[in-house]
């Protein structure tokens, strides 16, 4: 990671003055029913990219996908997003129905400097996800300069993220990519000590390559969501009907002592929020994680729980949050993942660096208004992951 922070070719001294700049964005956003964009963040953190390249004398061909389409499926057309993503970026953007090809290739080359053009989706073409070369060379055809701008697909050895780059000379890093990879860098190699990870979600097996590598990094780790059950389970514990992978048990109680012979403490909930059925409305209780009863399931953080994470959050100088403490989509049972974003914020704004990545905790900090809280909210839950893991990711490696 030190290595890529050294050799990073960064957009901001670069002349795009007559310049036709192919920029791969994620903008792979959420819709509603009505085919209303419901999160609008992916958009947002691509303009001081495109507005960068526009200033310095060139226009804009973005390629994006949206979905995962078996084919051509108009649901999942990128002429969804051209609105919504002209009104963002405060200039008028042209779309263009087809991705590759002769119409492609020449509405491209009439753009003129300061204009923007959206391609149809590039996953409409099977070849994109399978990172075929031909298929990358038709796509560098649109322009003169590539920038890769889409941090949560830079893990992905696609055509558009990945093989395209070796047709270009002039290929760069754009901004939200520099910012996701300096973010990692600062947990991963200059974090300050201590440094906490918060691990949540709802299973263990997702998490293995994570937390080995998080034990060579961090001071601490505290485990919470439905990941917490295994652990307790793996000890002896009643866990009641709450989520458990019982052939993760005998690997909770190895990470346990592993974590001991590196100095590394791990912090599991002492009580917890039960309920009698997975429902908002369910009758809830406080228990010990311990002693959950039968026919009742932990779902949020309890009150010692949460005191005892106080102290914890408030020593710590480098902060990685990865998933909810509980199951915070119910409002009966976001008392712990609020509390413990309300602390992180406080953390931040003391001098901690907080890092918060992961599609869940990243909906978390978004729903209750810490994201201009945190040091950093990354937009690719996926490639933050292999990152901290210590994995190249194929979208970065092509731009060196």
Known sequence: MQKQLDIMNTIDNISFHGERVVIRVDYNVPFDDQNRITDTTRIESSKETIS????????????????RPKGIDLNLSCSLIVDVTSKILGEKVIFCPSTIGEEAEKLSKTLLPGEIMLMENVRFYPQETKGEKAFAKE???????????????????????????????????????????RSIDKVINNGKKPILAILGGAKISSKITIIESLLDLVNDILIGGGMAY????????????????????????????????????????????IADSFNNLANKKVAFINQIPKGWQGLD???????????????????????????????????????????????????????VGGGDSVAAVKKFGFNNKMSYVSTGGGAMLESLEGKKLPGIEALM
């Open 139 to 181: 796509l560098s055809k649109l322009g003169s300069v590539y920038v890769n701008d889409a941090f949560g697909s830079a893990h992905r050895a696609h055509s558009s993220t990945t093989i395209i780059a070796q047709f270009f000379e002039k290929k760069y890093f754009g901004k939200l990519l520099e910012k996701e990879i």
């Open 301 to 355: 953080f309890g009150p010692k729980s949460i005191e005892d994470i106080k102290p914890l959050i408030k020593k710590s100088k480098t902060i990685l949050w990865n998933g909810p403490l509980g199951v915070f989509e119910f409002d009966n049972f976001s008392k712990g993942t609020i509390k413990l974003g309300e602390l992180i914020s406080d953390a931040t704004s003391k001098g901690a660096f907080s890092l």
């Open 52 to 67: 960068m390249v526009l200033k310095k004398g060139g226009s804009v061909i973005l390629l994006t996908h949206l979905g």
């Open 230 to 273: 295994t652990f307790i389970k793996a000890q002896g514990g009643a866990i009641g009907s709450s989520i458990c992978e019982n052939d993760f048990c005998n690997y909770a109680i190895e990470l346990i002592a592993k974590a001991k012979a590196k100095g590394v403490q791990i912090h599991l909930p002492k009580d917890v929020i």
